[in-house]
């Protein structure tokens, strides 16, 4: 398996416009996490899909954040509009849930929005 | 609101050395922690875990304690070496969460050579 796959690796966006990143989870995983690294934050959970189910869309900054799972393979977070503070690093995890399991990172989307 | 708090962002130790690398929890509900390594440019990459019903797992070089009454784990790297110079991460889960995955802000390790 190729591991988790993110698309694109870098994104740079005008202020105010669309951005979608895109997630591939390793087959046959049946939990997908969004996650976004800051300096100041860490590495913060957006939203957790489990069987292609929202089960915790908490971290979720606002009404402009939002994310599907269409199906198994395949996840988009989508920020409209994109402000110039969402800059940061966005990380698609999957994992098998069971009681400790480990979760699988792509590469992340560097996403800057000028 | 941190449930999972890393307090040092960097810690500095010679080759050869321990690391010891301090995490803190505030949910007493959690039922695994986990240690995750990560590369610039890179996703984090688990490393190691421990039950919340254990407080030692070893694994290699890396040790991980567990003092659940203090909600308190520690990484240990012994030796240290350059290769391990990353940020570490500490991460929390539990059923009644639903499984899904709080991670502290990071902690970045320099190892000297």
């Known amino acids: 398996d190729a591991g988790v796959i993110q698309s694109p690796r870098h994104e740079v966006t005008e202020m105010g416009q669309e951005v979608t990143l895109r997630c591939k989870p390793i087959s046959g995983h049946n939990s997908l996490f969004w996650y976004r690294q800051t300096m100041m934050r860490g590495l913060e959970l957006l939203i957790y899909f489990n069987n292609n189910v929202p089960i915790d869309d908490s971290g979720m900054p606002e009404d402009r954040f939002s994310a599907k799972m269409p199906n198994a393979s395949f996840s988009t977070l989508k920020i409209q509009p994109s402000e110039p503070r969402d800059s940061a690093v966005y990380f698609c995890?999957?994992?098998?849930?069971?009681?400790?399991?480990?979760?699988?990172f792509g590469q992340g989307t560097r996403l800057t929005v000028v | 609101d941190q449930q999972v708090k890393q307090n040092s962002p960097s810690l500095s130790v010679q080759e050869g050395r321990i690391s010891i690398l301090n995490c803190d929890y505030t949910?007493?509900?959690?039922?695994?922690f986990l240690w995750y390594k990560k590369y610039p440019a890179e996703g984090p990459t688990f490393l190691i875990s421990i039950s919340s019903i254990k407080d030692k797992n070893e694994d290699g070089r890396f040790t991980v304690f567990l003092n659940k009454s203090a909600k308190h784990l520690s990484l240990h790297i012994v030796p240290s070496q350059p290769g391990d110079s990353a940020v570490y991460f500490c991460a929390a889960s539990g059923r009644t969460g639903g499984f899904k995955t709080i991670f502290g802000a990071g902690t970045r390790l320099f190892v000297k050579a």
């Open positions: 995890a999957s994992s098998w849930e069971r009681e400790g399991g480990e979760a699988f």
């Open positions: 949910n007493s509900m959690f039922d695994y």
